[in-house]
């Protein structure tokens, strides 16, 4: 957050602070701490095919994972680096570390982990919401690898499978021989390529045929060390009839020099299921936040992905559904929040690929403190789609005049009987809506907040109610010293 | 190229079954087949945003703006679509691929010879200006005040201002300051050369009022430039017409400065040619300048239609309103309409819309329709903009018809009030009943049948009821 730079002063702070309770404590970015590293500092930087072996060895891989490893870090090699979207020239790829190993073995049970690693999860209130039974299932990495996992034994009694994605590949090499790689091949874009040569940790899922997971399971992703690359790597297969919610939280202490995250996520929607997937990505102000993600959904499957980019230093995101069956729909709400010195590239790209199928986007970002938030998204109408139908839609919020916001709406239609609608707003906060608010009392900083809070808000009203609390505390935190 | 690489990877008929780019398992080798290895095999990287443009081995990055082309080390992407790249050398632009963000939608194989000079093969398009008091024309091969308000911003631009001025083909419409033109100028261009290219400046003095019609007819590959130079306070409107054979291919830009206080109203017409592709771009010398960027297209079978727009919003409290409305009928016609609006932080005070709706008569034909808004400050009255390509609607065909319309002038109604809003919007009588005459002429070339007549006095009604009704 840019909070550790505005220009506020500490009365200011309190008065806040003395108003929002829950925000006590929040005054600089919340989880900017850093542990005691001694896993990261022995671990090695830069890239090479020693580091791939290296990496596959430790985890024991099959062979095939190997050569896939291998093969994506020739490609990885070979692509460009994008000419579009972020800067990313400074990004070091020879000083990153690949592989940071933080604990021994997984853990079952929280008491189990080491002291400081358990600390950490304690201040992001993970075994918290676990206790309160928010969520079935709780899966937490740590650096390169899940530390902590644990799933709601009447789920496991129905078949779900939900494990750290090493653990997933001993136990279920079946079912990654035959996804894994399926949704977003190891040559998609240089960093997929990248994810797929050092991947290490995210989340597998599985659900059976017509098993409704009522409560969502939730993953929590830190990363410690400095000049750390997390690499995970998640596959959610839901079989047919199926539901399940998937929310993902990341966070990451404040170092001079800057990490990357680059995760790549394959989701497999099959016939009449339905998947939706929530991230709230929170990385603090230096982390590169390069990730792909991927959806396919089946005949009459709905894919959902509910995507909040508040943190990172740059984010270029965009969460993909691939409509492969006739009635299928894929829906995106995305937001994104761009403090000072952050540029959101975040967008959603849908692909219709047979007919009959809809999609939606829906687009809210705010800009402040000379941030820049960009919405970059592609729709898609293949021949042989007719009859689909997409509406895009994207609001954008400035609160002051050195921000900047960008509208990039690809839309790519070769079938005729479709209907594609596209429309984006613009709009500054109305000293009308501020003046109102202050003339009932509000200071202006509050009233600023509220006016952001309304703007995002038929997109929190989707989230889990925790996640939901979580975004506007994030949001009244951004806008903190947004105002004079 | 694309079709004979293999996918390494299972399941999903992702990339060469779907002839997407953005997947490109299993094509590292052909990458490594192209020139140079490097920037030019740009994969799509992140996969959201991957623009699939079937066929290319690789796929084209969906950056407006492609490399900066004062880039601090490579890959750093060009901050505003500002920075593409401007030239009068035709040597600045590479010979377009057909991969390249600025040419991906346009069949590039009908225009290649656009994008060499000719020297001395080329000719000059013919041009009669219907002069009036206060308006003066000349033509030569090359003139002062031209290059004054236009830039080329791409290769086919280069080559047709080098043409033009092979060819001596440059002419100068003046208007006078303060004149105050009851009759619009008419400026017919006429093109019967294999090859042909011309340049036109129109320059609107401080004050005056003028409306400046361009009738393009003819056939041949034409390359060819506008600008309008639009003094302070000035009011001027720019009608160019695109009425060729159904060979012609055009390759255009137009350019226009606006100047302070001034207003300028840009209205392109396109409805005949094999490929009319049209650029124009807005620029304001000063602040207070208003622009009105209005298009009507109707693109038949074979046809390829494109307009592109960018507004570049630096002068302050300017305004710009853009509307391009477009109708297609027939196996592979096509439409692309691509607007760009740019709010540079100096531009306090802007305020800019954009629209562009595209109605599909029949089975077969495509529109692409990309609106792009880059915004550097929020001190603005209001940006945004709206796109939509939708079919003929059958309810409101219904409605007609349970009216006691017969099918064929229901059509012809519905489509009567999609344009009726835009043609309303260009103000010059002669060239809305012509439009309305050319556009009845398609239709009716569309369903084959006659003149139905004059049409029940209940359309009116009707067709003002429709106007309104959301396409």
């Known amino acids: ?484 | 190229m694309a079709d004979t690489s293999n996918s390494t990877t299972t399941s999903i008929p992702t990339d060469e079954a779907l002839g997407l780019d953005g997947l490109d398992a299993g094509r590292e080798d052909l990458a490594l087949d192209l020139p140079g290895g490097a920037p030019a095999t740009l994969t799509a990287p992140l996969s959201g945003a991957s623009v699939p443009d079937g066929g290319s081995p690789v796929g084209s990055a969906p950056a407006q703006h492609g490399l900066n082309a004062h880039s601090h080390g490579a890959g750093v992407p060009a901050t505003n679509r500002a920075e593409r790249r401007t030239s009068f050398d035709v040597a600045d632009f590479p010979v377009p691929s057909g991969r390249e963000e600025d040419w991906r939608f346009t069949p590039i194989e009908r225009a290649r010879d656009l994008f060499e000079p000719a020297g001395a093969s080329v000719s000059g398009l013919r041009v009669e200006v219907s002069t009036a008091d206060g308006v003066t024309h000349r033509r030569g091969s090359s003139d002062a005040s031209a290059g004054k308000g236009f830039v080329p911003g791409d290769r086919a631009a280069a080559v047709a201002w080098a043409d033009a001025a092979s060819a001596g083909a440059v002419d100068v419409v003046d208007i006078a300051a303060e004149a105050d033109l009851a009759e619009p100028v008419l400026v017919r261009v006429a093109s019967d050369a294999p090859r042909s290219a011309g340049h036109l400046v129109v320059r609107a003095g401080a004050y005056s009022r003028a409306t400046v019609v361009l009738d393009h007819s003819g056939s041949g590959h034409v390359g060819s430039g506008v600008e309008a130079v639009v003094g302070e306070g000035a009011h001027l409107v720019v009608v160019s017409v695109h009425q060729w054979e159904d060979d012609a291919v055009h390759l255009a830009q137009h350019d226009l400065l606006v100047g302070r206080d001034a207003t300028v109203k840009h209205v392109v017409v396109t409805l005949g040619g094999s490929l009319v592709r049209v650029g124009s771009t807005v620029r304001y010398a000063g602040p207070g300048g208003d622009a009105t960027l209005l298009g009507v297209y109707f693109s038949d079978a074979g046809q390829h239609l494109e307009h592109r727009s960018f507004v570049d919003h630096e002068a302050a409290n300017c305004r710009s309103n853009v509307t391009y409305k477009g109708a297609l009928q027939g196996e592979t016609a096509r439409a692309v309409w691509v607007g760009d609006v740019l709010i540079r932080a100096s531009a306090l005070g802007t305020d800019t819309y954009e629209l562009n709706r595209n109605l599909v008569l029949t089975d077969g034909a495509r529109a692409d329709s990309v609106p792009n808004l880059e915004i550097e400050t929020g001190e603005i009255v209001g940006a945004g903009h709206a796109s939509a390509t939708g079919r003929f609607d059958d309810e409101q065909l219904f409605y007609l018809q349970s009216r006691g319309i017969p099918e064929d002038q229901a059509r012809r109604m519905v489509v009567r009030a999609f344009f009726a809003d835009v043609l309303q919007q260009i103000g010059v009588r002669s060239i809305t009943d012509q439009l309305m005459a050319a556009i009845e002429a398609e239709l009716e070339l569309a369903d084959g049948s006659g003149d139905e007549g004059d049409l029940p006095v209940v359309a009116d009604g009707v067709e003002a009821e429709l106007a309104g009704a959301r396409l």
């Open chain 1, 1 to 484: 957050m840019s909070t550790d730079t505005s220009p506020q002063t500490p009365a200011e702070l309190n008065d806040i602070e003395a108003r929002n309770p829950e925000l006590v404590g929040l005054g600089t970015y919340q989880y900017g701490w850093a542990d005691p590293d001694a896993a990261g500092e022995t671990a090695r930087r830069g890239l090479s095919e020693d580091v791939v072996r290296d990496i596959s060895a430790r985890k024991s891989e099959p062979e095939w994972m190997l050569r896939m490893r291998l093969k994506a870090l020739k490609m990885f090699g070979r692509k460009p680096m994008p000419d579009w979207g972020s800067d990313l020239s400074e990004i070091d790829f020879e000083n990153i570390k690949y592989f940071v190993k933080s604990t021994e073995k997984q853990a079952t049970s929280w008491d189990e982990l080491p002291a400081d690693i358990k600390n950490t999860y304690d201040r992001l209130g993970i075994p918290e919401a676990e206790k309160q039974r928010l969520v079935a299932g709780v899966a937490a990495q740590y650096e390169s690898e899940v530390v902590y996992h644990q799933i709601n034994e009447e789920l496991e009694r129905q078949g779900v499978i939900f494990l750290d994605t090493d653990s997933g590949l001993r136990e279920h090499p079946e079912l990654f021989q035959e996804y894994f790689g399926s949704v977003i091949p190891p040559g998609d874009n240089k960093f997929a390529a990248l994810n797929t040569a050092v991947w290490s940790g995210g989340s597998f899922i599985y659900v059976p045929p017509g098993v409704h997971v009522e409560i969502p399971l939730q993953a929590y992703f830190r990363i410690n060390t400095e000049n750390m690359g997390q690499f995970e790597r998640t596959l959610i297969i839901a079989d047919e009839g199926s539901y399940v919610h998937y929310v993902e939280g990341c966070t990451a202490p404040i170092y001079k020099s800057d990490s990357l995250h680059s995760a790549v996520v394959e989701i497999v929607v099959k016939k009449n299921a339905r998947v939706r997937y929530t991230t709230i990505q929170n990385w603090s102000n230096n982390v590169y936040n390069l990730v792909t993600k991927r959806a396919t959904a089946a005949e009459g499957a709905t894919m959902e992905w509910i995507d909040g980019n508040i943190g990172s230093k740059v984010t270029m995101k965009y969460p993909a559904i691939f409509l492969m069956g006739e009635h299928a729909k894929g829906e995106t709400l995305s937001i994104a929040f761009a403090g000072e010195g952050q540029h959101q590239d975040a967008g959603a790209k849908m692909v219709h690929a047979a007919p009959h199928t809809s999609s939606s986007i829906i687009s809210k970002s705010v800009a402040r403190g000379g941030g820049r938030s960009s919405y970059r998204g592609l729709v898609q109408v293949l021949e042989g789609a007719g009859h689909s139908a997409s509406t895009v839609r994207c609001d954008a919020l400035l609160v002051d005049s050195i921000s900047r916001s960008d509208t990039y709406p690809y839309v790519d239609v070769r079938e005729d009987d479709v209907s594609m609608g596209h429309e984006a707003t613009v709009s500054k906060v109305s000293e009308d809506q501020l003046f109102y608010l202050m003339s009932r009392g509000m200071a202006e900083d509050e009233a600023m907040a509220m006016i952001v809070r309304g703007f995002i808000e038929p997109i929190a009203r989707e989230l889990p109610m925790e996640y939901a609390l979580e975004l506007n505390r994030l949001i009244e935190l951004q806008m903190e010293g947004a105002v004079g």
